[in-house]
């Protein structure tokens, strides 16, 4: 098989933001994935750094970076690849015909499905919660049937909010599913179908007025467009907004689909359904990786590879009893000796959790390194969540640190 300039092992956020990034400067690449990464059940906003090491809100996260630890993958990236990777990101968006608006300037504070707040950055125009903050009142749509998705719940933890409306009411519809539990993509194809559109139009309608703001799940269509939302604001004369839900979130899913067609566009092959099992090595560079497909073995040679194979959850990295590693590279993970020292005793109120923050160590061009701070691989680049520095889930930093080091490593392959 011919060598590409760049493989990237991994199809989450970090990888495809990284192929984005090499593609555009002419590089020729080939993404590999076995799955489809978080990306595809998160919400598909993009939190940069939400909370500070103790717990204290952000408000100003691209101010707040110069204050983290050197080993925080913001760091390594650099001040200037940040501020260029989320310019970057907002213009993919742009050109896949999916605007996303925000900077990593200001945090914004978004409406959850269980009627919290949660602090990000980056978001599709469906989820800006800024009409809410200027209305007296709001309508919360909910859908019959819908799992994990309770209007009542929603409005109980809006109206704590100082900023937000005190008077909600809600209006529910039935997408006439019976018989079964509905999901988010049950009902969000349901609204890619004209017929569909037209059913939930005539229902809300009942119970909506003009100029209503408008709460609803993420389930505005399946496609990375805004058409469902524009047809809706146009048939009501209401304002809507998709607030983040329960896995699958269709914003995360649309965001997945816009990005895996940016990097087409710009000629990136993508290997699906294909695990990297081994990479062949000489001389301190790796020259191919192997995937082990539904078939047989294949080799993809290159002259760069990026590793966005993620963390424990999508097995880029893995652990055993005291002892925790990379499966690819046979990279090390340094953790604490004793396991008593993984975790913390409360999964959600004890703070961040060590085992969080388990990863791979990385030099300034983001290259592996092993126990002396050397590259293990002249050729190798790490990103997103398998590096180690950060806890995603505690400071709200998942994405944000997704597209940084992704577009980072897609420019220095380049
Ligand atoms: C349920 C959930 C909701 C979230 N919501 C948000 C949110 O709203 N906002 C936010 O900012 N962050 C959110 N996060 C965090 C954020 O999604 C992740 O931190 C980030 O997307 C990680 O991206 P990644 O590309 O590094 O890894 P992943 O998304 O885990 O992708 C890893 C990829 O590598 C592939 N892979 C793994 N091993 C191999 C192999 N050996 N060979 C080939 N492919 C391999 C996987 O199949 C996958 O494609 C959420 C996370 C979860 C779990």
């Not at 993919?92 to 269980?114: H, M, N, Q």
Request: hydrophobic residues 40%; charged residues 20%.
């Amino acid at each position: 098989m011919s060598a590409c300039d760049v493989v990237v092992i991994g199809g989450g956020l970090s990888g495809l933001v990284a192929a984005a990034a090499a593609a555009e400067r002419d590089k020729k690449v080939v993404l590999i994935a076995k799955g489809v990464g978080a990306i595809a059940v998160g919400s598909g906003s993009i939190d940069v750094l939400g909370y500070e090491a103790g717990g204290k809100p952000v408000a100003r996260p691209l101010a707040e970076m110069g204050k983290l630890p050197s080993n925080h993958p913001y760091a390594r990236a650099g001040k200037q690849a940040t501020a260029k990777a989320f310019e970057f990101f907002l213009d993919l968006c742009e050109k896949g015909g999916f605007p996303y608006s925000g900077s990593a300037d200001v945090a914004r504070w978004v409406p959850t499905a269980i009627g919290t707040l949660k602090p990000t950055c980056f978001l599709p125009r469906s989820m800006d919660p800024a009409p809410l903050e200027a209305a007296k009142a709001a309508v919360v749509v909910g859908f019959r049937g819908l799992k994990d998705y309770y209007p009542e719940l929603i409005i109980r933890g809006l109206m704590q909010v100082p900023a937000y409306p005190k008077r909600f009411r809600t209006v529910i519809v039935d997408p006439e599913m019976a018989g079964r539990d509905v999901n988010a993509l049950d009902i969000a194809r349901w609204l890619d179908t004209e017929s569909g559109r037209h059913a939930c139009i005539e229902q809300m309608l009942t119970g909506i007025a003009p100029g209503n703001v408008v709460l609803v799940p993420p389930v505005l269509g399946t496609v990375p467009n805004y058409g469902v939302l524009e047809e809706f604001e146009k048939a009501t004369t209401c304002k809507f907004i998709e607030i983040t839900g329960m896995p699958p979130a269709i914003t995360g899913l649309r965001l997945y689909d816009l990005l895996v067609s940016e990097i087409k566009k710009r000629g990136v092959r993508i290997v699906e359904h294909a695990t990297v099992t081994r990479a062949v090595v000489d001389n301190g560079r790796c020259t191919a990786v192997v995937t082990h497909g539904v078939d047989r073995e294949r080799t993809h040679p290159a002259r760069s590879f990026i590793l966005a194979t993620g963390g424990f959850y999508s097995g880029g990295l893995e652990a055993g009893v005291g002892s925790a590693r990379e499966p690819v590279f046979g990279l090390p993970v340094k953790v604490p000796e004793s396991q008593s020292d993984w975790s913390n005793a409360f999964l959600l109120s004890g703070g961040a959790q060590p085992f969080a923050r388990f990863g791979l160590d990385v030099d300034a061009r983001l290259r592996p390194t092993d126990g002396s701070g050397k590259a293990v691989f002249e050729n190798v680049y790490a990103v997103g969540r398998t590096l180690s520095g950060f806890d995603d889930a505690f400071e709200k930093s998942g994405n944000g640190v997704a597209v940084v080091t992704g577009y980072r490593a897609g420019t220095l392959v380049a």
